[in-house]
């Protein structure tokens, strides 16, 4: 007899990246989902303890990063050379996790980011591996939602 429903957890290999006005193909890997905050020490003349209070500060957010394999297509570093000729493009963006039906079930959202490193792939001619090229993504917001109907 069954007393719970299994809950497993989801796989992270199914993912898709989707940001704004970005036509790029899949990437194989993402990390930096990370978000923490420093805290802010505070003491009063009149406290009764020695001690300081721990108070919220500042949220910060660490750099996306993303790695593909090369295919035929300089979007990102088009998107690069705009960021270093001064052209302000940001762009939001999701990193969607998927369970195995292929139905999204987690969201982190990502806001006014911009390529802060791009870097091409290592070449090895005695290889036989991917090129892959990886950028790094700097932002300013990381969220996470749970997709509606997501079991």
């Known amino acids: ?62 750099n996306l990063t993303f790695k593909r394999g090369y295919v035929k297509d300089n979007t990102l570093w088009q998107w690069f050379n705009n960021i270093a000729n001064g052209v302000p493009d940001r762009r939001n963006g999701s990193i969607v996790l998927m369970d195995e039906a292929h139905k999204p079930v987690l969201r982190w959202n990502f806001e006014n980011a911009w390529i802060n490193k791009i870097e091409g792939p290592a070449m090895n001619a005695t290889g036989n591996e991917v090129a892959i090229e990886s950028m790094e993504l700097c932002h300013e917001k990381l969220t996470l939602e749970i997709e509606a109907g997501a079991a």
């Open 1 to 62: 007899m069954q007393t719970d429903q299994r809950l497993d957890p989801f796989r992270g290999f199914n993912f898709v990246v989707d940001i704004d006005n970005t036509p790029i193909a899949g990437f194989s890997e993402v990390g930096g989902l990370t978000a923490e905050g420093d805290p802010t020490e505070y003491r009063e003349g009149k406290d009764a303890e020695n001690h300081v209070r721990k108070l919220v500060g500042l949220r910060k957010y660490a």
